[in-house]
């Protein structure tokens, strides 16, 4: 549960850097050949801004050199790449779930979508986990140090709801 919560703590301060790879009216017109409506794909845009809307602050806030920062956008970038499709798939999937619930579909439906979810889940966190490791190798020992600060601060302020 504290490795999950970590990783999901980590997802979201990654996903909050890749604002500059990824822009909201690219991720509607995607969305919208999976015949949403276009309040879905609103919702979608809007999803994805919250997610990145720290862009670049955890390296500005460690004092990354010009060549640490451009490494960092590279890994993100490649991250970003290999997490869309998951992402999008993601918010489809959970949509079918949350249809399932309201029809009052039987368990096994319900329990066999809960697993595609899941699934999506853990593949999100091994790109993330990557991404993570990645990210800290290119830290020197101080900004590691205050890195793990940041995270610590970071779980505490999500865990009291701020």
Not at 54 to 76: A, H, P, V
Not at 97 to 114: R, S, Y
């Amino acid at each position: 549960m504290k490795k999950q919560f970590s990783t999901a703590i980590l997802a979201l301060l990654v996903m909050g850097f890749y604002s500059d790879r990824i822009d909201a009216q690219t991720i509607t017109n995607n969305t919208s050949s999976y015949s949403q409506s276009s309040e879905d794909n609103k919702n979608t845009a809007v999803n994805y801004k919250y997610m990145r809307k720290n862009q670049g602050k955890i390296d500005q806030y460690l004092k990354l050199s010009d060549e640490q920062e451009e490494q960092s956008k590279q890994i993100r970038a490649e991250s970003m790449k290999k997490m869309k499709p998951y992402y999008d798939e993601l918010y489809l999937e959970n949509r079918k779930l949350n249809k399932l619930k309201l029809n009052n579909a039987g368990f096994a439906e319900i329990d066999a979508q809960k697993k595609i979810v899941n699934d999506l889940h853990k593949k999100i966190n091994e790109i993330q986990d990557k991404n993570m490791s990645q990210y800290t190798e290119l830290l020197t020992p101080e900004q590691k140090q205050k890195f793990d600060e940041f995270q610590k601060k970071r779980m505490m302020q999500m865990k009291s709801g701020e």
